[in-house]
């Protein structure tokens, strides 16, 4: 059974980009799964089952700049998501002139070493969000010929596409929802890259496996409570790059992937979310 999502809208008085990433940082904590600027409105996205009421109205009347925030909400129908992508102007992006992410309906497109088809329907992960374009931005400086990845958390697996086209040997898909595997398998189709394997799951899923690099563009919480297991199904000297979090976000996250042997070697930042590559010592 699909889940439906809750689209809210948010509008700023004054328009400040700092009032916009604050209230993001504080919506994740309460569930919100995923954040789009469009102008100068937020459009944050919740599963209609996750969203609580008496949350949201508490997080709003302690917000700081609670008087600036309007919003209103819609209810997404996903079988209409491709529509709201071209509503909300999803536009091809070429990241460091080597991978163009582009949907289906796009044409004129420019060349490049990489290009991966991408039709969002409810998954999240088109480039578009800091997270994701750092995310490709470290993986296009990653070796992964002959690599067993792992992207967890995988929305519509570009991630897993991009390293399947970098010549990864196998790769594993995971994500917690239904649709995503679904959307990730029509992707991974549209990119003639057949030996990703989707599955449906969580982290618990990964006991007894083994891998050489694992992707996880998530969150702040979910990667504090997981970061355990991928330590534990990462290969010695293997890498593991996340993003999903705040650069204020950082020393709390090394610090605990360092209890489990996993090290910082580099962080990019952009609009101050970031993305680390860690190392398993």
């Not at 919740?46 to 008496?54: G, L, N």
């Not at 609670?66 to 209810?75: C, I, L, R, T, W």
């Not at 992960?125 to 002959?146: K, Q, R, V, Y």
Request: aromatic residues 12%.
């Amino acid at each position: 059974m699909h889940t439906n999502y809750l689209e809210f809208t948010i509008r700023f008085k004054p328009a400040e980009e700092y009032i916009s990433d604050l209230l993001s940082s504080f919506l994740a904590d309460i569930g919100f799964e995923s954040f789009e600027r469009v102008g100068e409105q937020l459009v944050a996205y919740i599963r209609k089952d996750d969203f609580r009421q008496e949350a949201f109205e508490s997080l709003l009347n302690t917000f700081e700049y609670a008087d600036a925030v309007s919003f209103e909400y819609q209810e997404i129908e996903q079988i209409n998501w491709n529509e709201a992508w071209e509503k909300h102007y999803f536009e091809p992006i070429l990241i460091e002139d080597t991978c163009l992410i582009h949907s289906s309906f796009h044409a004129d497109l420019p060349n490049a070493k990489y290009a991966i088809v991408i039709d969002p329907k409810m998954s999240f992960g088109t480039g578009h969000h800091e997270t994701t374009s750092l995310m490709i931005a470290e993986m296009l400086h990653l070796d992964f010929s002959g690599k067993d990845v792992l992207d967890m958390g995988c929305g519509t697996s570009v991630l897993a596409i991009l390293a399947a086209k970098k010549g990864a040997n196998s790769i594993t898909a995971i994500d917690i929802d239904s649709w995503c595997v679904e959307n990730s398998i029509e992707n991974i189709q549209k990119n003639n890259t057949s030996h990703i394997q989707v599955q449906q799951g969580d982290a618990s899923s990964l006991k007894g496996n083994y891998f050489d690099v694992i992707l996880a563009n998530i969150n702040r919480n979910i990667l504090l409570q997981d970061i355990k297991q991928y330590a534990a199904c990462l290969n010695t000297n293997g890498v593991l790059l996340i993003s999903g979090f705040y650069v204020e976000d950082m020393p709390v996250l090394e610090k605990e992937a360092s209890k489990f042997g996993l090290f910082k070697q580099s962080f990019q930042e952009k609009n101050n979310w970031a993305v680390i590559k860690l190392i398993k010592q």
